[in-house]
């Protein structure tokens, strides 16, 4: 395949897109020179057609949920409702200056009201901030007000959270930002967290414990309740990683199993794009003793209607205004279409997606843990070792099926009792909006590949053959650092 | 059926049979019996139809400044966009694709962030630049972070008080485990010269930051603080605005180690603060100890050029607690439009753009300026906006504004308590000279 030019490769000098009108003012005189840039300005120069032919042919070269099934492990890829999109751009929301006058903006508050609380709602607490911009934010959030609500009882000796080595890396990388040290448990054999070594690392030196439940292997704790019971018992807090929360939405409320704090992501379990990369919401819930720490501003109501207000202990601002909003506007759309027992519904299929592609998937992939029901998503060894082949390779020759890949990489921790490690795991989450065909057919190629490994291992290892480019060399990326198309401009002498 | 489930009666039978459950309640019995399932208290469901009208009910109850004459930035601006940014960014393929971890699957989006990449470079003046942050308050957070970890065993910050006050409030919050100095940005009225600011930093500082353009709309040569801060050790941060630097001088050619700033003028509507995307770029000595994603060039098993995400050892999935961030996702689509924006209006379009601004602003100085109870600020350069003393609380002023069909400008004595009186006017190339006379005749009228 040919590739596509940089945008910078085409067009011609003096060649432009959108033209700006005349100026209807008189022109003021400019600064000094030696404050102006002049001429050297390095941007692409071409017509609007250019630009709509190169974006349009870019985006050829991706796979997206709206092309086939996004298989992957951790990251919610379900169905990116296009209603949303559509009232994340009503003028009266899309408009909107984050500074006007309250009494003009009291539909976007009344919005922001009712979405805190039904996340406050969902996951059984007590407050909610819409702030953080995404999961790993929410998650820094929320070690800082652990931080902050011990400070607040004068309690300064408490250092360090615990958190399962099966976490996902933004839960140790998010503590050290809080400068708070990171205490990794093991798991069982099970796959729980291993409770002998959680009650040996508890002690008043401890800020709390961050868990993900479900977690990564897509199981629930099984001992949730005595965890959370040991943790508070020497004086810590829970906090709960909502990355995984599409499994949980009607099926039970964190807050009621004594958590303090969850994070959840919009972009995630509330259907809001991933746009490649971003942008998410990170919003955090809190139990009551939690709320004066919120980040804020958030939204109140009383008689005169809705306005912001700073919790008393605010931990202080994650960013600047209130959030993403016109993500909020796209999760308060999804979540008006289901309702509350649809929500529900939403989660059960989720799971039961899951488990029912877990079965086909076993019928050629040892599953570890595979005797228990899983959640929304389940890990599958991938690294056949006595054959050569290893789970990267398997992902690798999915793309020609013409599905994306499941999540390879798999958090340091080793489940005790299995084989799995760092890049050996295939951790799929199909999520509920793939239909059952679909999940047949994706189980049938992951199937056949199998097959193929056996008998013709190189198609695997020389995989992907159909996409637009080869298997591309990342260690030059990385050792022949290229991040930049041009020439860095220098002053002009 | 609910929502956007495929499930038929059929399929729900027939895959609880596959797994040996006879209800969907059965797949559950690690969750503790006596949570399970539990009430949830929402509204129920609707119809598409209804949900879209539900939402344009409350899109109604707001007044959006878009479609007024309004004279609000400070942080957000209404700047127009050209119809294919949004065009672009509602492609299916780049809106509902992930991270691109597989590069064989994603190099559209790999190339259209390094393509934001470059010209986030060409911009700044700078070396390189990541794929975004969430925000312009969180991108200079992190160079905060970036400053202290790459002046070791230095903990103090300089900053100028004529940076966005929510920006300074974002490093507050982020740092407040980190044991650091801050220093510098507590004047009441946001005004330290250059010259006062060079003279805090010291070799303790890790890094002295300032606005270019400010909060308040100046600019001005920043090479003797770049000086200054080199002789100390210190890193220079440039909190920026990317439609200025159209025609301004770039901060890289002062003398900048970091130019961070709020990227949302370029094609991003305002919704009420977000998502908007922060763009990040340094010197290349700094490249490995920068936040974020990258984007760099390679070559297939072919030997054909693409893209890939490259020195991941730097982020959180890779080094965990030893990481330099622990950001994950960003704002790639965001930063998508961003490169849209300056495609599609390129190299002449921007500083059309920026002197348009310019002059606008320039326009409306000078009108307010002629009026008796007003006076505007000109102690130095400003570009796109201004501060105008006014004779009465600005609150009071933006109320008989806003009786005439005006958003009038920040109030800054929100965040400055001695500027009590004094209004942040913004002007882009979206206010026209009728709005910019009517919004100076109601300025009159409203003075008493």
């Given at each position: 395949m040919k590739k596509e030019p940089l945008i910078y490769d085409l067009g011609s000098p003096g060649r432009r897109g959108v033209t700006m009108p005349a100026p209807d003012v008189p022109l003021a005189e400019m600064p000094a020179d030696d404050l102006l840039r002049g001429d050297d300005l390095d941007l692409p120069e071409v017509s609007e057609i250019d630009v709509v032919r190169h974006y349009l042919r870019l985006s050829h070269l991706n796979h997206s949920i709206d092309q086939d099934m996004y298989p992957l492990g951790s990251c919610t890829m379900k169905y990116n409702p296009r209603l949303n999109e559509d009232t994340a751009r009503l003028p009266g929301l899309a408009g909107l200056h984050p500074y006007q006058d309250g009494s003009q903006v009291q539909g976007a508050l009344e919005l922001m009201y009712n979405l805190q609380e039904w996340l406050t709602e969902i996951g059984g607490f007590a407050g909610t901030s819409l702030q953080p911009a995404a999961g790993a934010s929410g998650e820094f959030t929320g070690i800082l007000m652990m931080r902050a609500y011990h400070l607040d009882r004068g309690d300064t000796k408490r250092d360090t959270i615990l958190i399962p080595d099966s976490a996902h890396g933004t839960n140790p990388a998010s503590t050290s930002m809080s400068g708070l040290k990171v205490v990794e448990l093991p798991s069982d054999e099970r796959g729980n967290i291993d409770l002998e070594a959680l009650k040996a690392e508890c002690?008043?030196?401890?800020v709390g414990l961050m868990i993900t439940n479900p977690n990564t292997l897509g199981l629930f704790e099984e001992h949730i309740v005595e965890v959370i019971e040991t943790i508070r018992g020497c004086g810590g807090l829970v906090y709960g990683d909502g990355a995984n929360m599409n499994a949980l939405v009607g099926i039970v409320k964190p807050g009621e199993l004594g958590f303090d704090v969850i994070h959840y992501n919009l972009h995630k379990t509330f259907s809001t794009p991933h746009g490649g990369g971003g942008p998410g919401s990170g919003p955090v819930a809190v139990s009551e003793r939690m709320v004066p720490f919120l980040p804020g501003p958030i939204v109140a109501r009383d008689s005169d209607g809705f306005r912001f207000v700073q919790p008393e202990k605010s931990i202080g601002r994650m960013k600047a205004f209130y959030g993403n909003f016109g993500v909020l506007v796209r999760a308060y759309t999804f979540m008006r279409v289901y309702g509350g027992d649809g929500l529900r519904d939403m989660s059960q299929m989720a799971v039961l997606n899951a488990n029912y592609l877990m079965k086909r998937v076993s019928e050629g992939y040892d599953i570890p843990y595979g005797n228990r029901f899983c959640m929304h998503e389940f890990v599958a060894e991938g690294d056949l070792l006595d054959i050569d082949v290893h789970a990267l390779d398997i992902s690798k020759r999915l793309m020609d099926y013409g599905f994306h890949p499941p999540t390879n990489y798999f958090p340091l921790g080793k489940p005790a009792g299995t084989t799995l490690n760092v890049h050996g795991a295939l951790m799929i989450e199909p999520t509920e909006t793939e239909s059952k065909e679909t999940l047949d057919a994706f189980a049938e190629a992951l199937l056949a590949i199998r097959k193929e490994a056996d008998e013709n291992p190189d198609l695997l290892h020389s995989?992907?053959?159909?996409?637009?480019?080869?298997?591309?060399?990342e260690v030059r990326a990385a050792k022949q650092l290229v991040l930049c198309c041009r020439p860095i401009p220098e002053p002009p002498v | 059926m609910s929502g956007y489930l495929p499930h038929t009666e059929a399929d729900r039978e027939e895959m609880l049979r596959t797994i040996g459950a006879k209800s969907v309640a059965d797949i559950f019995p690690d969750v503790p019996e006596e949570h399970r399932f539990p009430d949830l208290n929402l509204p129920d469901g609707l119809s598409q139809m209804e949900v879209y009208q539900e939402l344009a009910t409350l899109a109604a109850k707001n007044a959006p400044a878009a479609g007024f004459a309004s004279f609000l930035g400070a942080g957000s601006y209404h700047h127009y966009s050209p119809s294919v940014v949004n065009h672009t960014i509602l492609r299916g393929e780049f809106l509902t694709a992930y991270t691109p971890y597989q590069p064989e699957v994603s190099q559209g989006t790999l190339q259209a962030i390094y393509e934001y990449q470059s010209m986030i470079c060409a911009l700044t003046g700078m070396d390189v630049s990541n794929a975004s942050h969430y925000d312009g308050a969180t991108s200079f957070a992190e160079a905060v972070i970036l400053a202290i970890n790459s002046t070791r065993n230095r903990s103090k910050i300089v900053l100028s008080p004529a940076i966005h006050p929510e920006y300074r409030a974002v490093v507050r919050s982020y740092t407040q485990g980190m044991g650091l100095e801050l220093v510098g940005d507590d004047s009441a009225d946001g005004v330290l010269s250059l010259d006062e600011l060079a003279a805090l930093v010291d070799d303790q500082t890790a890094m002295v930051a300032v606005g270019y353009p400010n909060f308040f709309g100046q600019f001005e040569d920043l090479t003797p603080l770049a000086e200054k801060a080199r002789a100390e050790g210190a890193l220079l941060t440039v909190v920026s605005d990317p439609i200025a630097l159209g025609m301004l001088k770039p901060p890289g050619w002062m003398g900048a180690d970091v130019v961070v700033g709020e990227g949302q003028p370029l094609g991003i509507p305002m919704s009420f603060g977000g998502p908007y995307v922060g763009f990040f770029a340094t010197r290349n000595q700094h490249v490995r100890k920068m936040a974020g994603r990258l984007v760099g060039e390679t070559v297939d098993a072919d030997g054909q050029e693409g893209y890939v995400l490259t020195l991941a050892t730097r982020e959180q999935h890779i080094r965990r607690a030893r990481a330099t961030s622990n950001i994950c996702t960003n704002q790639a689509l965001m930063a998508l439009a961003a490169s849209v924006y300056l495609s599609v209006l390129g190299k002449e379009g921007l500083r059309e753009v920026a002197e348009l601004c310019y002059h606008k602003a320039h326009y409306a100085a000078d009108e307010i300026g002629k009026l008796k109870d007003y006076s505007v600020d000109r102690s130095q350069p400003f570009f796109k906006e201004f501060v105008v003393n006014c004779p009465r609380p600005v609150s009071e002023i933006n109320a008989g504004l806003w009786e005439r069909g005006i958003i009038g400008g920040y109030d800054l004595g929100r965040d400055y308590p001695a500027r009590k009186n004094q209004m942040l006017v913004a002007v882009t190339e979206n206010n026209s000279r009728q709005q910019i006379d009517a919004l100076a005749e109601a300025l009159g009228e409203v003075a008493a």
């Open positions: 002690g008043d030196h401890v995989a992907p053959h159909v996409t637009p480019v080869a298997r591309l060399d | -």
